[in-house]
């Protein structure tokens, strides 16, 4: 059920703020959640302020430098730096996307660095996605077909049989859309979310899987797929640009198109 | 979704700066409420026509006052959005229109129609 309060122990409280460096001429600030398991208390916003002229242009840049600069304690995942593992997933100015690529000149006024939302708080901008891949899990992500490899080579497919797969293939599984999605905020028990089904239909689209059925059997129930109400936050959060919301809306047209 | 977990839960509604396309997703949700009540109000509205002509007479009262007219507006506006809307859910059923360009061109068509339709309602009722 959708709870727009959080609950009493995530209540967000003042933190610590962290002057400049003196003399520093271009300062950029930035609010960081903060939460301590070890302590027991609720999670805080941290003021950073930072000297842009000795900073690099990306936010993880700025995370990174203030980790080695101010507070070595500040604990987030990151690790291509280029937008390609994934890791460090965050909200960032109220919106999901990889710190990596998100360049700090495209936002005005300060900075606000969150974790995914919605999501259990392991410490500060790291957020436990257990569920979110176990999820992914139930779509069970891999080639199922009923024939053999041929053993001397790859199964083929055709040139537009493997363009099916464009905008699918490319998902990262960075949680950016699934924990963007209020649908997913309220259900998220029940409901797979964007990134599960985006590669759910991935599988169904391809030429050399033979389980479409079974696949769309899977997923034909209330809650599994049709908590998905094309709110389209998914599509806009998505760092690679890929479109969930198409790709659920494909698997229930597929729905529909094979009760004929 | 009850929170039984020790950890924080990570702030969601609060700092989310939802795109236009979540914004028209809260109203379609909101003005579908709002008619559902509406369409209890149409039937005692009805019920009242068809009790004689003291009943239907307050009724008509009531509806006429400014209160009246208030209700009246914000259930067409209400029935305009959702209707306009709903021809957008089935473009987007179809597979048509999902991309986000076309997502934000639609929404922007649906505001400027409910409001044209609306507005053209009411110079007719009004007139």
């Known amino acids: ?260 | 979704m009850s929170w039984n977990d020790k950890r924080p839960m990570s702030p969601h509604l609060q700092i989310y700066k939802l795109p236009i396309t979540a914004k028209l997703s809260i109203l379609h949700r909101g003005t579908g409420a709002v008619l559902t009540i509406g369409l209890i109000l149409l039937a005692i509205a009805l019920a009242g026509a068809a009790s004689g002509e003291s009943a239907w007479e307050s009724m008509h009262r009531l509806l006429s006052s400014w209160f009246g007219y208030l209700v009246l507006f914000g259930f067409t506006t209400s029935l305009y959005y959702h209707f306009c809307n709903g021809v957008r859910h089935l473009f987007w059923d179809s597979g048509m229109g999902l991309d986000l360009k076309s997502a934000e061109k639609s929404a922007i068509m649906v505001l400027i129609a409910t409001v044209v339709l609306t507005v053209f309602t009411w110079v007719i009722a009004l007139s």
């Open chain 1, 1 to 260: 059920m959708a709870e727009f309060k959080l609950p009493a122990n995530s209540v967000l409280k003042i933190g610590k703020t962290y002057p400049a460096p003196e003399g520093a001429r271009n300062i950029k600030i930035f609010k960081v959640y903060r939460y301590d398991p070890s302590n027991g208390e609720n999670p805080s916003i941290d003021t950073f302020h930072v000297d842009m002229d000795n900073c690099g242009p990306m936010v993880l840049d700025a995370l990174l430098k203030i980790k080695s600069d101010t507070d070595a304690s500040v604990s987030l995942r990151r690790s291509c730096r280029e937008g390609i593992c994934g890791s460090c997933s965050m909200n960032i100015d109220g919106q999901n996307t990889l710190a990596c690529t998100k360049a700090i000149d495209d936002i005005k006024g300060d900075v606000t660095v969150y974790p995914l939302p919605h999501q259990p708080v392991v410490k500060d901008l790291v957020s436990d996605l257990t569920n979110f891949y176990a999820q992914y899990a139930s779509v069970e992500p891999w080639l199922k077909s009923d024939t053999p490899a041929p053993p001397d080579q790859e199964r083929l497919q055709s040139v537009d049989d493997r363009k099916q797969l464009d905008g699918l293939y490319e998902c990262i599984m960075c949680a950016c859309c699934s924990t963007s999605c209020p649908s997913y905020w309220w259900n998220s028990d029940r409901f797979l979310g964007p990134a599960a089904l985006l590669n759910a239909y991935r599988w169904i689209s391809d030429s050399r899987d033979d389980a479409t059925g079974e696949r769309l059997d899977e997923l034909e129930d209330p809650f599994k797929l049709y908590r998905c109400h094309t709110i389209m936050n998914c599509t806009n959060a998505c760092p690679k640009d890929l479109n969930p919301a198409k790709a659920i809306a494909s698997i229930k047209k597929l729905m529909v198109e094979r009760k004929g």
